[in-house]
């Protein structure tokens, strides 16, 4: 659907190669594939969003994001190998192998009111594609065939200066989509960029509106910092404007309580094993969770002297995971369960009570090495637990390194029993 709008005019700045050091040869050769195609097509083609940004900064970009003049079902009509996702946002995978290229089409964006984007699917001009985009340094387009970049937002000058701002009026783009302003706390942590002070003071009195946000794109966006290398910052930062209290109370509890905050400490670790390698999303969510789960057993303790066995732990991680993320999010159940494990397990690892245990037993389970990844994170910052460490991993427990959705990516489904077709239970 197009808007019936007048096209918004703004002239561009163009910054030629020999300014912005960009070579073709940087640029994804799959993404490069993908604009030329839609070009010889007819279609105009960039790319856009977090790629130019990185590539301007000298870094790696994590993925190459295309926009187009060509519609959702064109782009599919174009390559075979696309598929068509999301309803709130619709835009195409074209997919190589594991590798995806997003193509999203020129959207007319802002509808100038600060009512929450439910839909954004109107197709629009590249201007008007820019200026719905959420900060200026990510509505910059490069053109691989004249080797320029466009910038209708100052977003290069902004990348320059090291700033983060809003495109539009900050006010206005947080209450349209609350979810921006997880994205610019990701990034000032990403690159420690200062804020623009409309677009801060604007964050600090939009922070309560982060509820009205569809809690799915806020927990993938923050188990994405959890897996970015920037986690510790991240979440201070986002303690620190005030978003963590409405997200996650009982984080922001424990962040006010305690001063040598452990969770900082322990992501802090986690920060520096995720650069060598990617990390299972339960022990990303354990790390944050571990410090409530030791708190609410050492109060347990206090209050009756039984001891302390693995079910009734697992208990209280269930109940820690639930109290932490229940307030705002559903957690996939999967994810939660996983989690519940390598929480649990950290007591199988070092018990409880301390005894020493003659023969190391840890269930066959396919967890058991993420709860052992969990413990090696732990011991990086509370050295006494290494010998633990090793004492397993001479036993013959190794950790794992791998994320598990990469070991098991096709794990078969069970079949639904006869007679039963609306069950919808899904546990694996
Ligand atoms: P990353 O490096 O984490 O992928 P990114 O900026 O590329 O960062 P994406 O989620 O890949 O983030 O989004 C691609 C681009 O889409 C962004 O650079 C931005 O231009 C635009 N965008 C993403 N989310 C929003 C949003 N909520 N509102 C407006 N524009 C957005
Ligand atoms: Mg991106």
């Not at 942590?189 to 569809?214: G, V």
């Not at 979440?235 to 209290?245: I, K, N």
């Not at 245990?357 to 050295?383: E, G, M, N, S």
Request: charge should be positive.
């Amino acid at each position: 659907m197009y808007r019936d709008k007048s096209p918004v005019f703004v002239q561009p700045k163009v910054y030629p190669a020999h300014e912005h050091k960009i070579s073709p040869e940087q640029i994804d050769e799959h993404a490069r594939y993908v604009i030329e195609k839609l070009r010889t097509a007819g279609y105009k083609a960039y790319l856009v969003g977090g790629g130019v940004r990185d590539l301007l900064l000298k870094q790696r970009p994590k993925d190459f994001d295309i926009s187009t003049s060509a519609k959702p079902e064109e782009v599919r009509a174009l390559f075979r190998n696309a598929i068509l996702i999301g309803r709130r946002f619709r835009l195409a995978h074209v997919r190589f192998g594991k590798k995806i290229i997003e193509v999203s089409t020129f959207r007319a964006g802002d509808p100038g009111t600060a009512d929450l984007i439910v839909r954004d699917n109107v197709w629009g001009n590249e201007e008007e594609d820019v200026l719905r985009r959420d900060f200026t340094i990510n509505g910059l387009f490069y053109d691989p065939q004249s080797q320029t970049v466009i910038d209708y937002v100052d977003g290069y000058l902004d990348l320059e200066k090291r700033v983060l701002r809003t495109i539009g009026q900050p006010h206005l783009r947080f209450s349209q989509d609350p979810v921006r302003m997880i994205r610019l706390i990701k990034f000032c942590a990403r690159f420690r960029f200062d804020i623009d002070k409309p677009t801060f003071e604007a964050l600090l009195n939009c922070k309560n509106e982060i509820l009205k946000s569809s809690s799915a794109r806020i927990l993938e966006e923050l188990l994405r910092m959890l897996e970015s290398g920037s986690a510790k910052t991240f979440f201070h930062l986002l303690h620190e404007y005030g978003l963590l209290r409405p997200l996650l109370p009982g984080v922001a509890d424990y962040f006010d309580k305690s001063p040598d905050n452990e969770i900082l400490a322990l992501l802090c670790e986690l920060d520096a094993d995720v650069r060598k390698g990617s990390i299972d999303r339960s022990v990303l969510l354990s790390t944050l969770l571990f410090p409530l789960l030791r708190h609410r057993l050492l109060l347990r303790a206090q209050k009756s002297d039984r001891p302390f066995h693995l079910a009734l732990i697992q208990e209280e991680a269930l109940r820690a995971i639930d109290e932490a993320f229940s307030t705002f999010f559903l957690l996939p159940r999967r994810l939660r369960g996983m989690a519940a494990f390598v929480l649990t397990a950290q007591f199988r690892i070092q018990p409880l009570d301390d005894k020493p245990v003659r023969t190391l037993r840890a269930p066959r389970d396919p967890l058991f090495p993420l709860a052992l990844k969990l413990f090696k994170i732990r011991a990086a910052i509370q050295p006494d637990l290494l010998p633990y460490h090793t004492r397993w991993t001479e036993a013959g427990f190794a950790e794992q390194t791998v994320p598990l959705q990469e070991i098991h990516p096709h794990r078969r489904r069970r079949r639904r029993r006869r007679g039963r077709p609306h069950e919808t239970h899904d546990s694996p």
